[in-house]
């Protein structure tokens, strides 16, 4: 039997694959013992039972292959909100919170708003979305049907009643009615990118994240369809590569929407393009 101590020192093993492993591997260790990490500080010389070693080898084996920390404990944290994952979608990346930021600003003064998120996946800007006023009416669809029962489990799971999840290819079935607001973080990368290579993309469906026309596709796909779903006035967000910011404001303005803008992450890096339909006063 080993003790937290020891168990703790294999994060040597994880250099090679991770930036953080001295973090990996207290998540990894702290999910086998179903304690949090303070635990683990708290009790360092305790002794680990047989079978929580045992996870927690195989998990650490899992991790020295490459596989995401997210996957290996089935949930990440977003916004407020503690999600389920899967290989069906992306893992929420902390940089997406920034399209919840805007998202709310332009829905401040909007007491029954109707929101749209294309693309949702576990659901977390939907779900992010509608845990901040119980009176907007969320809806999110994803083309993957494992993703949409995803989300769905993610907004019981979260006590969010407000958001609801369809399948649907972008707008096919979504009902012929206008939102306040429509948010997308889109497949958005080249197929030809190095970085689908890399780290934890390896384990993500390549659904979510490749899109034709040097990644553009999907973007001025939805920038065409969403007028027809747009009030008048209403915004228009999408969070695209870092490179990307000239063309999608372009893809927006050819296509008639106003004030549009991007916006940086957390990171500086441009993320989040966003353009208003038609009566630009209104908002
Ligand atoms: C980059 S992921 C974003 C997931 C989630 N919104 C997030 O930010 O974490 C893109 C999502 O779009 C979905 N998707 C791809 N093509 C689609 C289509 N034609 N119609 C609807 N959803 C689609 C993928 O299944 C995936 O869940």
Redesign the pocket.
């Given at each position: 039997m080993s003790s937290i101590a020891e168990l703790l020192a294999s994060r040597s093993s994880l250099a090679a694959v991770s930036d953080t492993p001295g973090l990996d591997v207290e998540l990894l260790l702290a999910h086998s013992l179903e304690q949090n990490r303070t635990y683990l500080k708290t009790w360092p010389e305790r002794e680990v039972s047989a079978a929580q070693q045992q996870q927690f080898q195989t998990l650490l084996q899992r991790r020295q292959a490459g596989e995401p920390i997210a996957h290996l404990l089935g949930s990440r944290g977003?916004w407020t909100l503690d999600l389920q994952v899967n290989p069906?979608?992306?893992?929420?990346?902390p940089e997406?919170e920034l399209?919840v930021e805007i998202a709310l600003e332009k829905l401040a003064a909007k007491p029954n708003a109707l929101v749209l998120?294309?693309?949702?996946?576990?659901?977390?800007?939907?779900l992010a979305i509608a845990s901040e006023n119980s009176l907007w009416q969320v809806l999110?669809?994803?083309?993957?049907r494992e993703?949409v029962a995803l989300a769905e489990r993610n907004g019981r799971l979260n006590k969010i009643n407000n958001a609801k999840f369809l399948q649907?290819?972008?707008f096919?079935d979504i009902p012929k009615q206008q939102f306040d607001l429509i948010v997308?973080?889109?497949?958005?990368i080249d197929a030809n990118d190095p970085h689908l290579s890399e780290g934890d993309v390896r384990f993500e469906?390549r659904?979510?994240?490749v899109?034709g026309k040097q990644g553009l596709a999907?973007i001025e796909?939805i920038s065409v369809q969403a007028p027809a779903y747009l009030k008048p006035g209403a915004w228009l967000l999408f969070?695209h590569g870092y490179e990307q910011a000239e063309a999608v404001r372009a893809l927006l303005k050819a296509h008639g929407y106003v004030a549009v803008a991007t916006l940086k992450d957390i990171a500086g890096m441009d993320r989040v393009t966003l353009g208003q339909y038609a009566a630009a006063n209104e908002v």
């Open positions: 977003f069906s979608t992306l893992i929420p990346r997406t399209l998120d294309l693309g949702t996946g576990t659901g977390a800007i939907a999110g669809c994803d083309l993957q993703a649907s290819d972008w096919t997308s973080n889109p497949p958005y469906p659904s979510a994240l899109a999907d796909h969070e």
